[in-house]
Each structure stands twice: as C-alpha cells, then as structure tokens.
C-alpha cells in the first residue's frame, strides 16, 4: 500500500434495492404456491403461515423498491 491508499476511506458498498426485491417477491410467490398446496391437500391449521408470508413478501417488496428508486441516480455519484 501506497500512503495515498492508506489516506483513503474504504469504499461502502450501495444496498442492491433490485436483487431484495425479487428475493421478496420470490417470498410471496413460494407463499402463494404453499397456500395452494395446502388448500389442495385439506389442510386448515397451516392457513395463517402462507398469509403471513405473502404479506411480509409485498410489504417487503414495496418498500426496497421505494428505498430503491429514492436512491437511484442518472449521474454516479
């Protein structure tokens, strides 16, 4: 290391609002799809846990994609 390096902070890396997105999105999906599964097969008692899910999923999804735009800029920085 050079003393100009050792001078310089470190890079902090941006949050990647996108890719949190689609994992959220992807939770609320795989919600979906158990509830469908669990309704086919009869099951009542499990019904609040793909709901659950699918709410934290969406909310999830929505806020990281306000967080997401908010931060975006044309011109880096």
Do not use: I, K
Not at 8 to 36: E, I, K, Q, Y
Not at 63 to 71: D, V
């Amino acid at each position: 290391m050079t003393g100009v390096d050792a001078e310089r902070p470190p890079r902090l890396h941006r949050p990647r609002w996108g890719v949190r997105t689609l994992w959220l999105l992807g939770l609320a999906f795989l919600s979906m799809v158990a509830s469908n599964a669990l309704h086919d097969s009869g099951v009542d008692y499990w019904g609040l846990l793909p709901l659950a899910g699918m709410v934290v999923g969406l909310v999830g999804a929505v806020y990281c994609t306000y967080r997401g735009l908010r931060s975006f800029s044309w011109l880096q920085r």
